[in-house]
T-cell receptor
């Protein structure tokens, strides 16, 4: 089984709808991250969390919120989706080491 | 804030040949990590290689090696004996080691590598 899972893998939604993207990990890491990938822009950080009680905004947090339900679960919500939030979303985890471990990504389309 | 620049949006290479992908970065810090990630069409982000800034020796992982020039703030990736499976988007990334940093990765915009048979 994958260490970092994301659900759904693909989602199409309409403008104004609320949507939640979920991330779960079995690596036992405290640190979790949400990134957004747009063509030609690389990955940009939306939110990050160092433990259940620690939530921090990244560089592009407007229009998004997160919830750290447990050490292993970190959800990203779009309260009212808009078309320019169409993107590929990645969850990642890390410990004190070098590497961040990425989930498979969620492709979100807002029509 | 750190920035990472990949000046080559696209590159191509013939199978079995060697290709070098460029990356430059801007930072005022002396200790940091640098990474190359590969994103194939499956869209999974895969770590290819990492370099610790305090190490003078260039990192190597099988066919992948880097040319790390700290003073020039340059971190290029060389892929030797290119294979069809190397075709992917490649991202250069920077991670601060500064105390209090959030350990986030700062990514370049990526280089799309095509491998021609």
């Amino acid at each position: 089984d994958a260490d970092v899972t994301q659900t759904p893998r693909n989602r199409i939604t309409k403008t104004g709808k609320r949507i939640m993207l979920e991330c779960s990990q079995t690596k036992g890491h405290d640190r979790m991250y949400w990134y957004r990938q747009d063509p030609g822009l690389g990955l940009r950080l939306i939110y990050y969390s160092f433990d259940v009680k620690d939530i921090n905004k990244g560089e592009i947090s407007d229009g998004y919120s997160v919830s750290r339900q447990a050490q292993a679960k970190f959800s990203l919500s779009l309260e009212s989706a808009i078309p320019n939030q169409t993107a590929l979303y990645f969850c990642a985890t890390s410990d004190f080491g070098y590497e961040q471990y990425f989930g498979p990504g969620t492709r979100l389309t807002v029509t | 804030a750190q920035t990472v620049t990949q000046s080559q949006p696209e590159m191509s290479v013939q199978e079995a040949e060697t290709v070098t992908l460029s990356c430059t970065y801007d930072t005022s810090e002396s200790d940091y990590y640098l990474f190359w990630y590969k994103q194939p069409p499956s869209r999974q982000m895969i770590l290819v290689i990492r370099q610790e800034a305090y190490k003078q020796q260039n990192a190597t992982e099988n066919r992948f090696s880097v040319n790390f020039q700290k003073a020039a703030k340059s971190f290029s990736l060389k892929i030797s004996d290119s294979q069809l499976g190397d075709a992917a988007m490649y991202f250069c990334a920077y991670r601060s080691l500064r105390e209090g940093s959030n350990y986030k990765l700062t990514f370049g915009k990526g280089t799309l590598l095509t491998v021609n048979p």
